[in-house]
């Protein structure tokens, strides 16, 4: 059974990079896209970004500016860079599996979520 | 804002059907998935389309669409279903992923 596993610094001051990363256990890594999505506090789901095993990305066109996601094939890993973070950029962050279903992307698997937080 | 637009919350007697409905332009073209979220937890992958279901999610769950709008049906609600329900699609421009605005539903 796949699993995500996602770590990365949970407290930042304003400016600085928010970096996550993800480990895919349990499974293949190519075939699939890897996603990142965040949740601010007491609110819904924003879609960041994702990226598949090739390195092929496709970014949420409010955040691309500030937001590489990049992947080590070599252990499975897929990250997150966020720059010049605010405290709009507060929020619990999750890494998912995408799949192709129906003309659409389906997030069948999610990690746990780190919560970030970006105070001065 | 949210290309996805959802009831902010519904309310459901035990064993009684909810609707829950997400509406958008980019729903005449892609079909919809829904997540449930419970308090604390990761959204977990309920359905997509008309019966797409992963092992795991009772077919008491099921998801229709027509025109702009996407529904996830739940039929005879129990109180474990109370949650946060989101559904996603592409956005209009039918090249990213969008979430929509979320419902609670709450089973008395």
């Known amino acids: 059974q796949v699993q995500l596993q996602q770590w990365g610094a949970g407290l930042l001051k304003p400016s600085e990079t928010l970096s996550l990363t993800c480990a895919v256990y349990?499974?293949?890594?190519?075939?699939?896209?890897w996603s990142w999505i965040r949740q601010p506090p007491g609110k819904g789901l924003e879609w960041i970004g994702e990226?598949?095993?090739?390195?092929?990305?496709n970014y949420n066109p409010s955040l691309k500016s500030r937001v590489p996601i990049s992947v080590d094939t070599s252990k499975n890993h897929f990250s997150l860079r966020l720059s010049s973070v605010t405290a709009a950029d507060t929020a619990v962050y999750y890494c998912?599996?995408?799949?192709?279903?129906?003309?659409?992307?389906?997030?069948?698997?999610w990690g746990r979520g780190t919560t970030v937080t970006v105070s001065s | 804002s949210s290309e996805l637009t959802q009831d902010p919350a519904v309310s459901v007697a035990l064993g009684q059907t909810v609707r829950i409905t997400c509406q958008g332009d980019?729903?005449?073209?892609?079909?919809a998935s829904w997540y449930q979220q419970k308090p604390g937890q990761a959204p977990i992958f309920v359905i997509s389309?008309?019966?797409n279901r992963p092992s795991g999610i009772p077919d008491r769950f099921s998801g229709s669409s027509s025109g702009n709008t996407a529904s996830l049906t739940i039929t005879g609600a129990q109180a474990e279903d109370e949650a946060d329900y989101y559904c996603?699609?592409?956005?209009?421009?039918?090249?990213?992923?969008?979430f929509g605005t979320g419902t609670k539903v709450t089973v008395l």
């Open positions: 389309g008309k019966n």
């Open positions: 998912a599996r995408g799949i192709e279903g129906l003309g659409n992307r389906i997030f069948d698997v």
């Open positions: 990226i598949n095993h090739s390195g092929s990305t």
């Open positions: 996603n699609s592409r956005d209009s421009s039918g090249n990213h992923y969008v």
């Open positions: 349990g499974g293949s890594f190519s075939g699939y896209f």
């Open positions: 980019s729903l005449r073209s892609y079909y």
